[in-house]
């Protein structure tokens, strides 16, 4: 080990007890060799310093041990992740190079701290949450389970090194990120006992006061409940024994966490809360018996104490996703108190306890979240996510972990898991991409039901397809699996681009028939000026005969007689009566709009008027005359310094053309309210959103947003429409952002 001055006296102490605790436990897997070559470069690292303390002090040594120790016993031991654990600050430091791992541990070690340090150094970047790196931090986590794994393990080490930290802002970020992050991640790969300690320390961190109460009362009826155990224990025991069979059967309390979480629910005191501890049975019994026997105590339990049928989880017959299998039921015991009773065998405890990290996946469940797969649906779900911000995505993240499943058949008798909400058509898609996209319905149980049928757990699944059937816009309301929904997605996007290609060929042969050659440049400006967003959308709606064909033709050579300098009778401004200052009573007036044409004017970008606006036009020294609002900030200027230059003007009674004007938008700074704001915009018709930005401080948020509109009225409406946004305080319009 390290010199001693390099430690504390705590420390030292504590890194030769961890030391030679991780000495036996790895044993099957790391030889006496192993950890001499660890420990002399550890040394030497030292002695070099390159392994220093961290920025709140922690030391990489004592770290670095005691997550292994954590992954030993709460995982299981795993050459490559203990091996990895114990080098990997050594790499970060650039104390051993990546090559120089692989040359002396081998291509698994040396890929597996290049993940670590991957993730490490996004995580490094601070606030992962509140950025893009949140995302990416995911994205790498996903690259290898075992990067999961450990820093999962690392955490819990952490939370426990900090109890006495003297930064309490560290301790409660660190908190937090376990709750929002690694218990998730924990509870997900079965890591039950890491999840429950980890969701105990949290608390603990950011709620020391009711984590004190909860711990002290339950500390104060510790003699009670054991007690209380026993009683329960002891008839069962007999019972147990009498049938010949070979268990453990202990009590366990549940953890501070579930008890606060069951308290918040049901809006009790402790006193209140009685199935505070749990009993489990643990069989030793031969695979092939295991349900069986499990099924016998079920029995023995049921018959001395009254079960409650609701509160029976049966994950022997169909085990959870990440590999669990247990028999849970709630009985009433003595005093008529509720316990809960956790029925298993040792290889299902095993499993149970230390994830299905270390025991792999259960056999005969055909999951769309098996561990590798569940690892490609998360890379697949973040890829395809929107990005609309990484708060909304760690929650979406978060409740994907803790969804509930149902379990449905094939006709076959091929068992298929989904989420709870899962429908007919997210079961199609999931069988195969082709099927999904033709699915008309399902046969459920012989019965005939629509795509939208939500599954429910036993139900025997036909698909139904149809060769005329194609992917709809609105399936993707119907599907919940982000599988269905990103095919979904691409097969939308397919379809539009061929009926865009089929729009384009369609539109040319029009024009070659009529012997016209086409330019793209002219072509862009014509669909801009018809108000398309994209190209794609343009040919999509000649694809579907929404435009008449001939009248994009007159359009295009009407732009293409402007692009050669048709001549059209010139008007300029010598020919307008100038006022002092606008006048309308004045007849002589200069008439602007879509239809008018040979007046060489433009709109000033200052305050962006729009039809309906009152205005007045301003003769610049090139000879234009631009159009500003009569409430424009620059008009006081304009007529105090320049009114021999002001010209009455108005709008023709017909336009044709879009106004950008942009949009101040005040509110709190909730979570959706940008979507709903958005969301209104999308729907309007004939208006279109061409950018936003947004600043937040002291929770509210500052929007501006730019869109295109036909007149003030179509602006009016849209203002009292957006004002009506939970959340929003204000909106107004602006007149220069």
Not at 26 to 54: C, M, W
Not at 721 to 736: C, E, N, Y
């Amino acid at each position: 080990m390290p010199e001693r001055s390099y430690f504390t006296p705590e420390e030292r102490a504590s890194v030769l007890s961890t030391y030679r605790q991780l000495l036996i436990d790895s044993r099957p897997v790391l030889q006496i060799d192993d950890f001499n070559r660890i420990r002399k470069l550890i040394t030497k690292a030292v002695e070099t310093g390159h392994y220093q303390r961290n920025r709140q002090g922690i030391n990489p040594v004592v770290r670095n041990l005691n997550t292994a120790l954590i992954l030993c016993e709460r995982v299981g031991a795993e050459r490559s992740m203990l091996i990895s654990t114990l080098l990997f600050n050594l790499a970060v430091s650039e104390f051993l190079t990546i090559e120089a791992v692989q040359k002396e541990f081998g291509d698994d070690i040396a890929q597996l701290i290049k993940g670590l340090i991957k993730s490490s150094s996004l995580y490094a970047k601070q606030a992962a949450v509140e950025s893009e790196n949140f995302r990416k931090l995911l994205l790498s986590f996903a690259e290898d389970i075992r990067v999961i794994i450990i820093m999962i393990a690392d955490r819990l080490c952490v939370m426990k090194m900090v109890n006495h930290h003297p930064n309490e802002k560290y301790r409660y970020d660190i908190a937090c990120e376990a709750s929002y992050l690694y218990a998730p991640l924990a509870h997900r790969l079965g890591l039950y006992s890491i999840k429950s300690e980890l969701e105990d320390l949290s608390l603990k961190y950011t709620n020391r006061e009711i984590y004190d109460q909860i711990a002290h009362k339950l500390n104060e009826t510790k003699r009670s409940r054991d007690q209380y155990i026993t009683e329960f224990i002891e008839p069962v025991k007999r019972k147990l024994e009498a049938e010949g069979l070979h268990f453990e059967i202990k009590g366990r309390t549940k953890s501070i966490f579930s008890i606060w979480n069951k308290m918040k629910k049901q809006k009790a005191d402790l006193e209140d809360i009685y199935d505070l501890f749990a009993i489990r049975v643990i069989l030793e019994t031969p695979l092939e018996q295991e349900k069986a026997d499990c099924w016998k105590v079920y029995s023995i339990v049921t018959d001395m104490y009254q079960p409650n049928p609701k509160r029976m989880k049966d994950w022997l017959s169909v085990p959870k996703s990440n590999g669990y299998e247990s028999l849970h039921i709630t009985v009433l015991g003595p005093k008529q108190r509720w316990v809960e009773v956790q029925i298993r065998t040792r290889r299902m405890d095993e499993i149970a306890e230390r994830g299905l990290a270390a025991h792999w996946k259960y056999k005969g469940i055909k999951s769309e979240t098996g561990l590798d797969d569940w690892m490609n649906n998360v890379r697949e779900i973040l890829e395809a996510a929107d990005h609309g911000g990484a708060l909304e995505l760690m929650r979406d993240f978060k409740m994907d972990l803790y969804d509930k499943e149902v379990f449905v058949f094939t006709p076959k008798g091929d068992l298929y898991k989904l989420p709870l909400g899962a429908t007919i058509l997210d079961f199609a898609f999931l069988i195969h991409t082709g099927l999904g996209s033709k699915c008309v319905g399902g046969r459920v149980n012989g019965k005939i039901e629509t795509i939208r049928y939500k599954l429910k757990s036993g139900d025997t699944i036909e698909v139904l397809t149809s060769p005329n059937q194609t992917p709809k816009q609105d399936w993707l309301n119907i599907a919940v699996t982000s599988k269905g929904r990103v095919k979904i997605k691409q097969a939308l996007n397919e379809q539009q681009n061929k009926a865009a290609e089929y729009g384009k060929e369609l539109l040319q042969r029009r024009f070659k028939n009529r012997k016209i050659e086409m330019e793209d440049g002219i072509m862009m400006k014509l669909i801009k000026k018809m108000g398309y967003k994209t190209v794609t959308d343009f040919y999509n709606e000649l694809a579907a005969e929404h435009i008449d064909v001939n009248r994009i033709i007159e359009l295009y050579l009407e732009i293409d007689q402007k692009e050669n300098n048709e001549q059209y009778e010139a008007r300029t401004a010598e020919e307008f009566t100038l006022q002092n200052e606008p006048d309308e009573s004045k007849e002589d007036e200069l008439i602007i709009g879509g239809d008018v044409k040979g007046i060489n004017y433009k709109l000033a970008k200052c305050c962006n008027p729009i039809f309906g606006d009152d205005i007045f036009g301003f003769v610049s020294t090139e000879g234009t005359i631009k159009i500003h609002r009569k409430d424009c900030p620059n008009a006081r200027y304009i007529y105090s310094h320049y009114r021999y230059r002001v010209v009455n003007a108005r709008w023709s009674g017909k336009m044709g053309s879009k106004y950008v004007t942009v949009l101040r938008v005040v509110g709190n700074d909730d979570i959706g309210i940008v979507t709903n704001i958005t969301s209104i915009i999308s729907k309007e018709k004939n208006i279109y959103m061409r950018g936003i930005s947004i600043d937040s401080n002291d929770g509210l948020f500052q929007g501006h947003i730019t869109v295109t509109v036909d007149d003030t009225s179509a602006l009016n409406s849209l203002i009292k429409k957006l004002k009506t946004v939970k959340g929003v305080k204000d909106v107004q319009r602006v007149s220069v952002r």
